[in-house]
């Protein structure tokens, strides 16, 4: 049973405009939320994260979204680069629990 | 500071042998967790060390097992390999746990014929 799912498994954009990820969840006790972001043949490396106390966070092109009542999350990129072509990543947690539970991944493709 | 360093990059093995994947974690982190990444199926936890003792474990057979030294250092060990065991390896340290940001390395590609 998937607890974190991306149920796009990949995304086309054109540069400069908005790329939207998605990702719902099962468990309504996770209660922190991160994105990763991969490129091929590297390991992933953190973009951003958010609490369950906050419904939103902001870094620089990067903004989380979190809707707890529909258990949604979403990754916005404001405006879309060639470079971030890459695989995302969502994950929860439960603050007791060290384990992270992660989705299956989006691969994000920017058009020039 | 060096980051996660995950040896060997790639691996060759056949069915029915035994591989061992080593991780230096970034200095100062005692937390390190395994993970194996196929197409599709996004990343599974295997077991995660803390200060030489496993704290959480994934749903994987006995088969893979791991171990954390002294200096944070961790192996993976899979016996017995299955053609299914073909993935990328990936190993991610963190300081203690919880919430906090995993650091990964670039992982080993294991090929298993």
């Known amino acids: 049973d998937q607890q974190v799912k991306q149920n796009s498994p990949s995304l086309s954009v054109q540069e400069g405009r908005i790329s939207i990820l998605n990702c719902d969840y099962t468990?309504?006790?996770?209660?922190?939320f991160l994105w990763y972001k991969k490129y091929p043949a590297e390991g992933p490396t953190f973009l951003i994260s958010?609490?369950?106390i906050k419904d939103k966070n902001e870094d620089g092109r990067f903004t989380v979204f979190l809707n707890k009542s529909a258990k949604h999350l979403s990754l916005h990129i404001v405006p879309s680069q060639p470079g971030d072509s890459a695989v995302y990543f969502c994950?929860?947690?439960?603050?007791?629990?060290?384990?992270?539970?992660w989705g299956a991944g989006t691969k994000l493709i920017i058009k020039p | 500071k060096a980051g996660v360093t995950q040896t060997p990059r790639y691996l060759i093995k056949t069915r029915g042998q035994q591989v061992t994947l080593s991780c230096s974690p970034i200095?100062?982190?005692?937390?390190v967790s395994w993970y194996q990444q196929t197409p599709g199926q996004g990343l599974q936890f295997l077991f995660e060390?803390?200060?030489?003792?496993?704290?959480n474990k994934g749903n994987f057979p006995g088969r893979f097992s791991g171990r954390q030294f002294s200096n944070s250092r961790s192996e993976m060990n899979v016996s017995t390999l299955e053609l299914g065991d073909s993935a990328l390896y990936l190993c991610?340290?963190?300081?203690?746990?919880?919430?906090?940001?995993?650091?990964f390395g670039s992982g080993t590609q294991l090929s298993v014929l």
């Open positions: 991610a340290s963190r300081v203690q746990g919880g919430s906090e940001k995993l650091f």
């Open positions: 200095s100062g982190h005692r937390s």
């Open positions: 060390y803390f200060s030489e003792t496993q704290r």
């Open positions: 468990n309504s006790m996770f209660d922190y």
């Open positions: 958010i609490s369950s």
């Open positions: 994950a929860a947690s439960l603050d007791s629990n060290y384990q992270l539970i």
